[in-house]
């Protein structure tokens, strides 16, 4: 995995490589932990088991279906809920209110960010479905269609919106930290910066989408059937309605002085 890898990076004593991460659609596949405010406070939704005697529709046990799963809300205060909510629960939440918390996810911005400064400021690009916040969204697709969360175990893609809140915040608090402390007085040239996130629409046409899906459609060797399918793909990608505002783009890089944000993140 890149954690293991990132983590188990010796560089000896010769320079270390710079390093360029793409991570696209890969931090919404994070487990995240739910968690619903009631009137007895934040409880996390934990999945149970229904056995055949409760799955009976009448009580007949003759009626009863396959065991099968549920999501359920603890009864009580959970180890996840004491430990995650007091550092990123909302100071006044709602009844009724829900919020997801992904502590794989900062884990693994940090150790990106973390190995990008070790190699001397390399880059990082995140693209992903998400919002700078985080809510009940938390689902399972099967077939392109989206099923219930907790049918065919196993064989489902589960996922949840990326906080992009979070990301950024996480990258830029170690960024503001001095970190000759601990890499050393060269390390303070080389600390990476979080920057955006833009919606994926703004950025490609920041990046030049447009110009490029023009010049391939207005290309004389271009067919009908080819200009087309550029057309479509390019309204897709950019256009409000489709990914051009459920995706995002979160760029690291080298915070320096003077220097201005990466190529589509202005």
Not at 35 to 55: C, K, M, N, P, Q
Not at 158 to 169: Q, R, S, Y
Not at 203 to 214: D, K, P, S
Request: proline share 7%; aromatic share 6%; charged share 25%.
């Amino acid at each position: 995995s890149f954690r293991h890898h990132a983590r188990n990076n010796p560089s000896g004593d010769a320079a270390p490589p710079r390093t360029m991460v793409v991570a696209q659609e890969m931090f919404d596949t994070l487990p995240v932990h739910v968690f619903d405010y009631t009137e007895d406070g934040w409880r996390e939704r934990l999945i149970d088991v229904v056995d055949a005697d409760e799955s009976a529709p009448s009580g007949d046990p003759a009626e009863a279906l396959t065991p099968r799963l549920r999501q359920v809300v603890a009864p009580d205060t959970t180890p996840a809920a004491n430990i995650l909510l007091k550092d990123y629960g909302p100071s006044s939440p709602q009844k009724g209110s829900v919020i997801e918390i992904c502590p794989e996810a900062i884990f693994l911005i940090q150790d990106i960010q973390r190995h990008l400064e070790d190699t001397g400021g390399g880059v990082a690009l995140i693209v992903d479905y998400g919002q700078e916040g985080t809510g009940d969204t938390l689902r399972a697709f099967s077939n392109h269609k989206q099923v219930p969360l907790t049918s065919y175990p196993g064989g489902v893609d589960i996922t949840a919106d990326v906080d992009f809140f979070a990301l950024k915040e996480t990258v830029n608090a170690r960024s503001n930290i001095d970190l000759t402390t601990t890499h050393g007085a060269a390390s303070n040239t080389s600390r990476i910066h979080a920057h955006g996130p833009v919606p994926q629409g703004e950025f490609l046409m920041r990046m030049g989408a447009g110009e490029m899906a023009i010049k391939k459609i207005e290309d004389d060797e271009t067919t009908v059937e080819d200009a087309n399918a550029v057309s479509q793909a390019f309204k897709f990608l950019v256009s409000p309605e489709h990914m051009g505002t459920k995706f995002n783009v979160l760029a690291l890089a080298p915070k320096r002085d003077g220097i201005f944000a990466p190529a589509g993140m202005e």
